[in-house]
């Protein structure tokens, strides 16, 4: 508030708004502080000061993990193997087959298991007592599980406890296809989250403006542990997948090449590294 009054007692004696010079002692504080400061001119000012940034710190900032949707297990093993990636999310909802846990062994990175339900826009159409089993075999091989805060409670602290016996790491995770969540609904979900015994937390939500965007982002600001995923969906939310690896997010999420997204608004592998590293 003190920036403003300062700029409006300095050289910027008169605010252009249309064809009309309007002084801005002429305006009630925080309407001018609104006009001057809004979510969006900070977000644009923002934007071009990563583009300096990525210029110059390059890849360093995040992991990218590869989310890979494939039919059968031994396609998606073969497009993990290939992937220039630092991560890999096996969509295990995108199998049309039975899980062969030895299809995913000696891949050479880091796995994560997700299986999304339908209620959660996922692929997975069988009950939830078969998806807990299919989660369980992941624990074999996977270095995470995704496990979704609305799951039914009782299934979903079972699996996180087996997962923590096997030394697996959990994501818990909310997702909304539809909306972003008020900043105050977006830290009760984080506090619950982190309730169950998350490892890493990850929200998810459909974004239809700039400030939406912010939003999502901001926790990553006050939130130190546990390591936090936030991701904004939909083409408006598609500057949260560099925005958020340069705030600290834990993860940032693309698609392989020669595979399709995972996710609404979902960037390539390539995308990002290009933009993040400005690697080919």
């Not at 995040?62 to 993990?80: L, P, Q, Y």
């Not at 979704?148 to 079972?158: A, N, V």
């Amino acid at each position: 508030m003190a920036a403003c009054s300062t700029l409006s007692r300095g050289a910027a004696s008169t605010i252009s708004a249309g064809s009309e010079n309007i002084s801005p002692r002429s305006l009630p504080i925080n309407e001018f502080a609104y006009d001057a400061f809004s979510l969006k001119t900070v977000f644009r000012v923002l934007l071009r000061t990563l583009n300096v940034l990525i210029y110059y710190l390059g890849d360093k900032l995040t992991m990218i993990c590869a989310s890979v949707a494939e039919s059968t297990c031994k396609k998606m093993a073969e497009r993990a193997r290939s992937c220039a990636c630092d991560i890999v999310e096996l969509r295990l909802d995108f199998l049309s087959e039975r899980l062969n846990p030895k299809a995913f062994s000696h891949l050479g990175k880091p796995l994560i298991a997700t299986c999304m339900p339908a209620w959660e826009e996922g692929r997975f159409v069988g009950g939830e007592g078969e998806r807990a089993i299919l989660l369980e075999k992941a624990l074999s091989f996977a270095d995470y599980i995704t496990v979704e805060l609305k799951m039914e409670p009782e299934t979903r602290d079972s699996l996180i406890r087996q997962a923590k016996k096997r030394k697996v790491k959990v994501i818990v995770a909310c997702h909304d296809f539809k909306k972003t969540p008020s900043p105050r609904e977006i830290r009760g979900i984080l506090a619950d989250e982190e309730s169950c015994g998350a490892d890493v937390l990850k929200i998810a939500f459909k974004a239809k403006d700039e400030d939406d965007v912010l939003h999502t982002l901001h926790p990553l600001v006050q939130w130190k542990k546990p390591p936090l995923i936030p991701i904004s969906m939909g083409a408006k939310g598609k500057a949260s997948r560099i925005l958020g690896p340069l705030l600290g997010a834990y993860l940032t999420y693309g698609f392989p090449d020669g595979g399709q997204p995972a996710g609404p608004g979902q960037m390539s592998v390539r995308e990002l590294r290009n933009i993040l590293g400005g690697l080919s």
